[in-house]
């Protein structure tokens, strides 16, 4: 669509822009995930960790304090993939984290 044209809106009610448009329908699928404290956590963003976390089938303990470094975000607005030395696929919770 160009620019110039406009397409009706059911939510508002209202006749808006093409781009406006693609701007809400886009903005709405981001997915917001929140660290344990609220802070927004975007890709690439280091996190600490804020508890003792068993891992399991690596047969070893993340430690409180631990720093993860290069963090990605899923589709899910609870967990973020990571990598650490020794475990590959780390999936760690948003709960159990704290932007650094």
């Given at each position: 669509?160009?620019?110039?044209?406009?397409?009706?809106?059911?939510?508002?009610?209202?006749?808006?822009?093409?781009?406006?448009?693609?701007?809400?329908?886009?903005?709405?699928?981001?997915?917001?995930?929140?660290?344990?404290?609220?802070?927004?956590?975007?890709?690439?963003?280091?996190?600490?960790?804020?508890k003792?976390?068993?891992?399991?089938?690596?047969?070893?303990?993340l430690?409180?304090?631990?720093?993860?470094?290069?963090?990605?975000l899923?589709?899910?607005?609870?967990e973020?993939?990571?990598?650490?030395?020794?475990?590959?696929?780390?999936?760690?919770?948003?709960?159990?984290?704290?932007?650094?």
């Amino acid at each position: 669509m160009a620019d110039d044209d406009y397409v009706y809106d059911e939510a508002s009610g209202e006749w808006i822009s093409a781009a406006e448009a693609a701007a809400r329908t886009q903005a709405a699928d981001a997915v917001e995930v929140r660290d344990a404290v609220g802070n927004l956590l975007a890709d690439g963003d280091q996190v600490t960790l804020i508890k003792d976390l068993v891992v399991k089938g690596a047969g070893q303990t993340l430690k409180r304090g631990t720093l993860i470094k290069s963090i990605r975000l899923t589709g899910d607005p609870q967990e973020i993939d990571c990598r650490h030395d020794g475990i590959k696929g780390l999936v760690l919770r948003a709960e159990f984290v704290r932007k650094r």
